[in-house]
């Protein structure tokens, strides 16, 4: 029986108490994470390293495949790459739209605009 059927029911999730972290302790994460696993702290870190370094990194084979794939990338200059990395760590920055209308809406009625809404007019010749 899953346990999706059991939430929220009177019904003990594992009646026989087999299973589970009792029976697979090692299994069980005491909870902390280390910055020092994280992407964020790993590219912060390479962003820092010297050339040598970053190709110490892209050549050890035990490393993490991001790592090396990160040293590698910054070595090589592959700044597209880079940057959609940064933006996976660190989410894309802050784009400001201006929307500020000026000209014919302006001078336009509630009325006259409802109605080009409602209609779907075209407002300029060029889209005609």
């Known amino acids: 029986m899953g346990t999706s059927k ?19 302790p090692q299994d069980r994460h005491n909870g902390v994470w280390k910055k020092e696993d994280t ?4 590219l912060e870190l390479m962003m820092n390293m010297s050339e040598a370094e970053l190709r110490k990194v892209a050549e050890d084979k035990e490393a993490p495949l991001f790592e090396r794939k990160l040293a590698t990338l910054i070595r090589k200059g592959e700044w597209k790459e880079v940057e959609g990395m940064i933006n996976q760590v660190y989410g894309r920055p ?17 009325d006259e605009l409802k109605k080009i809404v409602a209609t779907g007019a075209r407002l300029f010749k060029d889209e005609e």
Do not use: C, W
């Not at 939430?7 to 697979?24: A, C, D």
């Not at 992407?39 to 790993?42: A, E, I, M, N, V």
């Not at 929307?99 to 009625?109: D, L």
């Open 94 to 110: 802050l784009e400001k739209i201006d929307a500020h209308i000026e000209g014919k809406f302006s001078t336009m009625s509630d």
């Open 39 to 42: 992407p964020r702290y790993k």
């Open 6 to 24: 059991q939430v929220g029911s009177k019904r003990v999730p594992n009646p026989t108490g087999k299973g589970g972290f009792r029976e697979r």
